[in-house]
Antibody, heavy 122, light 108 residues
């Protein structure tokens, strides 16, 4: 059973960079699939942030593209999210998930991490 | 981007009853690339249906999906106690993929 686990600070100051890591177990990232980040907030609901392939190819939501970087470390079987210049609007539960991509840049997600709450406050 | 509107917002039903949830897209969903997820409090979404009507691994056959174009439906044939949750639709036929706002199925 594929398992994903998010880790990272639960509190980020406004204007700083949010950094999260997702560790995958029971499946090698290098074997395929896309690996994505999705967030959920009371105000905006579920929102896809971006996805990465093991080769490093990335696709980002245009609404966040200017602030998002997703990277992969296949040696650690991890992928990571950085979101810069955060504001209160970025406070959410952040999920990592395994994505299946029938068309370029669009995915559905079959395995999810449990999620991690990120608060933005000084 | 495609906007998904789910209805009703809340569905109040009793165990054993049939639940019918609707998801309407602002434009046609390419190749019926539509998924449904179930989410319980404090948990991540769980994939139920993809491709509008294909059940994900391990999903009971009381869950079924149908529809095409802009109108999609998730049906739960007989509600079990564990089915009371929030359900989301998601389109992945065009980028960026987008989610509906959810339908809560609550115990009447």
């Amino acid at each position: 059973q594929v398992q994903l686990q998010e880790s990272g600070p639960g509190l980020v100051k406004p204007s700083e960079t949010l950094s999260l890591t997702c560790t995958v177990s029971a499946y090698s990232i290098s074997s395929g699939y896309y690996w994505g980040w999705i967030r959920q907030s009371p105000g905006k609901g579920l929102e896809w942030i971006g996805s990465i392939y093991h080769s490093g190819s990335t696709y980002y939501n245009p609404s966040l593209r200017s602030r998002v970087t997703i990277s992969v470390d296949t040696s650690k079987n991890q992928f990571s999210l950085k979101l810069s210049s955060v504001t209160a609007a970025d406070a959410a539960v952040y999920y990592c998930a395994r994505g299946r991509e029938p068309i370029v840049g669009a995915y559905f997600f079959d395995y999810w991490g449990q999620g991690t709450l990120v608060t933005v406050s000084s | 981007e495609i906007v998904l509107t789910q209805s009703p917002g809340t569905l109040s039903l009793s165990p054993g009853e049939r639940a019918t949830l609707s998801c309407r897209a602002s434009q046609s969903v390419s190749s019926n690339y539509l998924a449904w997820y179930q989410q319980k409090p404090g948990q991540a979404p769980r994939l139920l249906i993809y491709g509008a009507s294909s059940r994900a691994t391990g999903i009971p056959d009381r869950f079924s999906g149908s529809g095409s174009g802009t109108d999609f439906t998730l049906t739960i044939s007989r509600l079990e106690p564990e089915d009371f949750a929030v359900y989301y639709c998601q389109q992945y036929g065009s980028s960026p993929g987008t989610f509906g706002q959810g339908t809560k199925v609550e115990i009447k």
